[in-house]
């Protein structure tokens, strides 16, 4: 499916030292494929880290775009993504995609 994908950027830290993004842009992507995680990802990534994970993105081949920390959006909501991908190599992998991103709802 076509998702959007909003950049942006740290510029900063506030007084309780948490991070200040500034947004620089947004733009469409083509081809990335939206999943449903298992009840076990699930259940394991909110007893490990504490977040729930709404959906997997499947990153096509060759895409280019950084992903890691950024808002993406589809279905109408906004979602942050975050963790490092599940990535194989690419040459390997008979299917489109080969990077897959955890992605919690955001807002």
Avoid at 18 to 25: K, L, R, S, T
Avoid at 91 to 107: F, G, M, S
Wanted: glycine fraction near 8%; hydrophobic fraction near 30%.
């Amino acid at each position: 499916m076509t998702v959007t994908l909003h950049h942006r950027i740290e510029t900063g830290r506030d007084a309780l030292n948490n991070p200040v993004y500034q947004w620089y842009g947004a733009e469409t992507v083509d081809d990335v494929l939206v999943g449903e995680p298992t009840p076990e990802e699930r259940t394991d990534e909110l007893n490990l880290s504490g977040r729930r994970i709404a959906f997997s993105l499947g990153i096509p081949k060759g895409d280019s775009h950084e992903w890691k920390d950024q808002i993406v959006e589809f279905f109408g909501h906004k979602y942050l993504i975050f963790g490092e991908p599940k990535e194989g190599i690419e040459a390997n992998i008979p299917l489109r995609w080969h990077k897959i991103y955890k992605c919690e709802r955001y807002e």
